[in-house]
């Protein structure tokens, strides 16, 4: 029965929440403020972010903007997952798991997708056709010498590649000092699975410090493969620490890379208290930029998307990630490149007065509206699972007493005198959490006015200038 009741919740959730959250990478929480540490109707579809005790935690590896600690932009690695994983099901259908170890064809899509690779002649392997799913990946990395067929004319892209060849194929696209012949040892153990032809590149790969950053560490030292999700954080960490020369047409030395600031004031609010998933904004950018080769003067239009939201609650200030997209001036326009190195808030600014005061409101109305929506529905959803176990039980004790099994049958009378009290209690927590709910929902549009700086932390406002260093 209790198993039963979870998944009527669940169902009941997302029918409720249909069409707010849209995509598996996006987390729409609408938090129910309340005094029993419950979490209330809620939607969290992001698979990094788990909900403890009625809060929900921001995932591992979210970088936030510096002085903004609730404000995360968008996760690369994470992205590339996605990205991958959303192609091979278009073209293969094949049954995912980002822990299981690279391939080859895997490998080659996240150095392209990671690196922003684009420059790709075609080149004849008889095992990778026209329609394979990583053919145009497989093309760049192999134009620009990053990665190398089999003197037989074949690839083998499905094939699992070991980390000594992975650490081989990075270190081609780095110049690190490093010991090349020393045993390579990371974070004091050594490194198993490597092979002497290996110590150079997997001692520059190390000295690099990019392995610092991959998840289950352990598993890095000791395995002899790196999973799909390690390729995906070393990729990350490739493009955040060296620029990749590709200006020759092939892959030359990397090199510790000078940074691409973008200076931005942004057009409109975003907040975790208001803001939705999908939803677009706009910046202006401060100074000249060079991006991409492209000059773009001040004033040029850099767009972004709110990608998760977590509202706000009690002793919990939510947060709200962002992505940034594009910058344009006229016909010029390009794409920001999916990984964003660090991002800070350079003047942060609170909304004026008037704007507060004007918005308040509305936006009280409909929070207090879906506090106490949820609350009623929580009510209902007690009610209707109370309904269903009382009259079972009453069933279950006709059924055993005229049996002849008086005692099975006062058992069951039992347990349905149980879960009326059950459903009272039940029914009072909610009734009184969602009193709760509509006074605290008040109370914080009420501080909103007075004090915004304390929502500050998980809001982007007009005016503000960051800078955006890719």
């Known amino acids: 029965m209790k198993i039963s009741k979870e998944l009527l919740m669940t169902m009941g959730v997302i029918a409720i929440s249909a069409g707010v959250a849209v995509a598996d990478e996006n987390i729409q929480a609408y938090a129910h403020p309340t005094l029993f540490g419950s979490q209330g109707h809620s939607l969290v579809t992001a698979e990094n972010d788990v909900v403890i005790g009625g809060k929900i935690y921001k995932p591992c590896q979210a970088k936030t903007i510096e002085g903004k600690q609730n404000v995360v932009v968008s996760r690369n690695a994470k992205k590339m997952l996605d990205n991958m994983q959303s192609k091979m099901d278009q073209k293969r259908g094949a049954v995912y798991n980002p822990k299981m170890p690279v391939l080859r064809s895997e490998l080659a899509f996240l150095i392209s997708e990671g690196l922003g690779l684009t420059k790709a002649a075609t080149d004849s392997y008889s095992d990778v056709t026209a329609s394979y799913w990583a053919k145009e990946e497989i093309d760049r990395v192999l134009t620009l010498d990053i990665m190398i067929g089999y003197p037989d004319k074949t690839f083998k892209p499905d094939k699992a590649i070991n980390k000594a060849e992975v650490f081989c194929t990075f270190a081609k696209m780095m110049e690190v000092p490093a010991s090349k012949t020393a045993i390579p040892v990371l974070n004091g153990q050594q490194l198993k699975y490597i092979p002497e032809w290996a110590y150079a590149a997997t001692n520059e790969v190390i000295a690099s410090g990019i392995l610092n950053v991959l998840p289950d560490q352990d598993k890095v030292i000791n395995d002899e493969y790196l999973s799909k999700e390690q390729v995906a954080f070393l990729v990350s960490a490739m493009k955040k620490n060296f620029r990749i020369d590709l200006s020759n047409g092939a892959v030359g030395c990397a090199t510790k890379y000078e940074q691409t600031a973008v200076k931005i004031k942004l057009s409109e609010r975003l907040s975790a208290r208001t803001s939705n998933v999908n939803d677009t904004f706009t910046a202006k950018t401060t100074q000249d930029v060079v991006f991409n080769g492209v000059s773009f003067p001040a004033g040029s239009t850099v767009k972004g998307k709110v990608i998760a ?159 955006i260093i890719f």
Not at 336 to 358: E, G, T, Y
Not at 378 to 395: P, Y
Not at 401 to 407: G, V
């Open 309 to 467: 939201v977590a509202r706000p609650g009690v002793q919990k200030p939510g947060y709200i990630e962002v992505e940034f997209n594009s910058i344009s001036n006229g016909d010029n326009c390009v794409e920001f490149p999916k990984n964003v190195s660090s991002a800070q808030a350079d003047v942060i600014k609170n909304p004026n007065i008037i704007s507060r005061v004007l918005g308040a409101p509305f936006s009280m109305v409909g929070r207090v509206a879906g506090v106490a929506g949820r609350s009623v529905s929580e009510t209902a959803e007690v009610i209707a699972n109370g309904s269903e176990e009382i009259l079972d039980n009453c069933s279950d004790s006709m059924s055993d007493t005229f049996s002849l099994h008086p005692l099975k049958g006062l058992k069951s009378l039992g347990s349905g005198v149980i879960a009326v009290g059950k459903g009272v209690y039940n029914i009072t927590k909610y009734a009184v959490s969602g009193t709760f709910g509509v006074l605290y929902e008040f109370v914080d549009e009420c501080k909103y006015i007075i004090v915004p700086s304390m929502s500050n932390d998980s809001s982007l406002n007009p005016d503000e200038e960051l800078t």
